[in-house]
């Protein structure tokens, strides 16, 4: 298991970093698709599904997607007009609490109606 979380955390920490030496490169449009990429689900169903199956995979799916439109979407909304008005940090800050909110929200319903669940 130990094992398993350092792959995890290597593969994730070589992702992250990719897309930012790709930004400081000046390959912003390289970056920028790589951000889009949907890397972190790819690599973490990638093990999930060797660990549990497709079905296992399949409901994360699911509960991710509804997950993103509950929560990341806001947060990026919001980032994305704050940013020029009040800062980058500050914006980053309002939406990752926006984010957390609506997020908890989220997890409050799947939890009490036991939605996502094989």
């Given at each position: 298991m130990i094992r398993d979380a350092i792959l995890?955390?290597?593969?994730?920490?070589?992702?992250?970093s990719s897309i930012v030496l790709l930004e400081q490169s000046?390959?912003?449009?390289?970056?920028?698709?790589?951000?889009?990429?949907?890397?972190?689900?790819?690599?973490?169903?990638?093990?999930?599904?060797?660990?549990?199956?497709?079905?296992?995979?399949?409901?994360?799916?699911?509960?991710?997607?509804?997950g993103t439109l509950v929560s990341w979407v806001p947060y990026m909304l919001a980032v994305a007009y704050l940013a020029p008005r009040i800062g980058t940090n500050k914006a980053i800050g309002v939406g990752l609490a926006i984010f957390l909110i609506l997020s908890l929200a989220f997890l409050f319903v799947v939890?009490?109606?036991n939605l996502f669940q094989e």
């Open positions: 995890y955390f290597i593969v994730g920490g070589v992702v992250t000046g390959l912003r449009l390289l970056s920028g698709f790589a951000t889009l990429v949907p890397v972190f689900t790819v690599v973490s169903y990638f093990f999930i599904g060797g660990l549990k199956g497709g079905a296992a995979v399949g409901q994360h799916s699911k509960f991710v997607l509804v939890y009490r109606y």
